[in-house]
């Protein structure tokens, strides 16, 4: 079974971390980081969307982002950015690891250069509007769907 971590770093909507905990319930990841100066709980409008999955998801909250990369590199998983670059793999066609992360940028500017470089690569998700990119929780959710539910 693959395994999947979600990091919110820098995301400043409280109502897009509460969708990101009802993503993870959901779709069983199996942690979701809270990094930067992204809000945790408890929170009222968090816990407004959340539905009271921020009561069951395993979390965790650090204000330095290279301690999320430590830990998860000291398990052995893979972090990978979820970012529009222009060597990003698209989602499609993406063989995920058996164990890894995927890093969320904030909302107005994505993931910061000196971010992507620690990244073991990013993935992307090919649109077709006019926007060049999709609400966080949105994509956050479509992409753990994704490699969740790929076979191995």
Known sequence: MRELHLIAHDIRSRENVG????????????KLWLAGYTPTPPDDKIHKVALGAEKVVPWEQK????EVFAALQAEGISVFALELTPDAVDLAGFNAPDRCALLLGTETTGIPPSLLTRCAGAVKITQHGIKESLNVSVAAGIASWAILSKKT
């Open 19 to 30: 969708a990101l905990f009802r993503t993870c319930d959901s779709l069983g990841v199996v």
């Open 63 to 66: 204000t330095d982002i290279a």
